[in-house]
């Protein structure tokens, strides 16, 4: 869902297996469509992004079978 008045969101993921770090997208959008990511773990962090800066990052965890 959206976060009240943030212009735009960054997010990126950690993969948990060998702590592969993804290149920070940033999308106006609430919705994040992730590349195709082999089955295991990953930390995805999210962000609203506000005219004064950047929040701090929220993590979720996801286990992709």
């Known amino acids: 869902s959206s ?22 997208t940033t999308s106006t959008s609430t919705a994040y469509t992730s590349p195709q990511l082999a089955a295991g773990g990953y930390r995805f962090y999210f962000a609203p992004v506000f005219g004064s800066g950047t929040l701090s990052y929220i993590a979720d965890e996801v286990i992709i079978s």
């Open 3 to 24: 976060v009240s008045g943030a212009t735009a969101y960054k997010v990126y993921y950690v993969r948990l297996s060998d702590g592969y770090t993804s290149a920070v």
